[in-house]
């Protein structure tokens, strides 16, 4: 029985990342962005409770890896999408709340460049594969995780929600921007910068140094800067990681 709770995690995590895409495609933003973290809080307790349970499996793994496939990779794709498709019409002057069809879909009367949104999906599902077959990412990551890069873009329409001003508003929504951030994130989701990963074997701050100081410089970071703060601690995940992996040689 105990070998099924992880995979009932994991199955919420499907469950969150289906009603995030649905309210992505409305362009219902918010909303989607608080299922694409409910899904990302199943998918870091699924591999918990797979440990503390001794219940590992193949057919889990696999199934962890759909599920990031649609919550990590598909709607931040579909975020993209609108993001990209707002950057061509001024979309900021219109209705952000999802009541309105307009900012979904007027994009495409003279562009097809929000598709360049789906580059994101693509390179989350080339990484995923890899990471099934990578027998060396056991205790780390080879490559930005699929969670960590959704919930940077999730941020970007957060900041224009909550934090945006007229300067913020057209970073964002430049569409130079876009296709930049677009294209870095498939490059840092299947590049080969090693990552540590937040897996704890033991509460020992000696060996696990790197990790207490990321979450306390993170909670320092969103208390202090809201959704600013989750480019800024997605980049000092990178920087940490590669300063400490140099140090350890």
Same mark, same amino acid.
């Given at each position: 029985?105990? &070998?099924?709770?992880?995979?009932?995690?994991?199955?919420?995590?499907?469950?969150?990342?289906?009603?995030?895409?649905?309210?992505?495609? +409305?362009?219902?933003?918010?909303?989607?962005?608080?299922?694409? !973290?409910? $899904?990302?809080?199943?998918?870091?307790?699924?591999?918990? /409770?797979?440990?503390?349970?001794?219940?590992?499996?193949?057919? $889990?793994?696999?199934? @962890?890896?759909?599920?990031?496939?649609?919550?990590?990779?598909?709607?931040?794709?579909?975020?993209?999408?609108?993001? =990209?498709?707002?950057?061509?019409?001024?979309?900021?002057?219109?209705?952000?709340?999802?009541?309105?069809?307009?900012?979904?879909?007027? $994009?495409?009367?003279?562009?097809?460049?929000?598709?360049?949104?789906?580059?994101?999906? +693509?390179?989350?599902?080339?990484?995923?594969? &890899?990471? %099934?077959?990578?027998?060396?990412?056991?205790?780390?990551?080879? #490559?930005?995780?699929?969670?960590?890069?959704?919930? !940077?873009?999730?941020?970007?329409?957060?900041?224009?929600?909550?934090? #945006?001003? @007229?300067?913020? %508003?057209?970073?964002?929504?430049?569409?130079?921007?876009?296709?930049?951030?677009?294209?870095?994130?498939?490059?840092?989701?299947?590049?080969?910068?090693?990552?540590?990963?937040?897996? !704890? &074997? %033991?509460?020992?701050? &000696?060996?696990?140094?790197?990790?207490?100081?990321?979450?306390?410089?993170?909670?320092? =970071?969103?208390?202090?800067?809201?959704? +600013? /703060?989750?480019?800024?601690?997605?980049?000092?995940?990178?920087?940490?990681?590669?300063?400490?992996?140099?140090?350890?040689?």
């Amino acid at each position: 029985m105990k &070998k099924h709770i992880p995979q009932f995690i994991t199955m919420l995590n499907i469950l969150c990342g289906c009603i995030a895409t649905v309210f992505a495609v +409305l362009n219902m933003l918010e909303l989607a962005a608080l299922f694409v !973290f409910l $899904g990302i809080v199943f998918d870091f307790f699924d591999g918990l /409770a797979a440990r503390m349970l001794d219940a590992q499996s193949e057919l $889990g793994i696999q199934l @962890d890896s759909l599920a990031d496939l649609i919550t990590s990779g598909l709607v931040p794709g579909i975020v993209m999408f609108q993001l =990209l498709s707002m950057s061509q019409t001024g979309g900021w002057n219109l209705d952000f709340s999802g009541t309105s069809e307009t900012v979904t879909w007027i $994009g495409l009367k003279n562009s097809f460049l929000p598709f360049f949104g789906f580059l994101i999906t +693509l390179a989350s599902a080339y990484r995923l594969a &890899k990471f %099934n077959i990578d027998e060396n990412q056991a205790t780390s990551f080879i #490559g930005l995780p699929t969670p960590a890069n959704a919930l !940077f873009m999730l941020s970007l329409p957060l900041i224009l929600l909550y934090q #945006g001003n @007229d300067y913020l %508003n057209q970073i964002i929504l430049n569409p130079w921007f876009l296709i930049i951030i677009t294209i870095l994130s498939s490059y840092l989701l299947n590049s080969r910068i090693e990552l540590f990963a937040l897996k !704890f &074997k %033991n509460w020992s701050f &000696k060996d696990n140094a790197l990790r207490y100081i990321f979450i306390i410089v993170s909670l320092v =970071l969103l208390l202090t800067m809201k959704f +600013l /703060a989750v480019p800024a601690i997605v980049f000092f995940y990178i920087v940490s990681s590669m300063v400490y992996k140099i140090g350890d040689r």
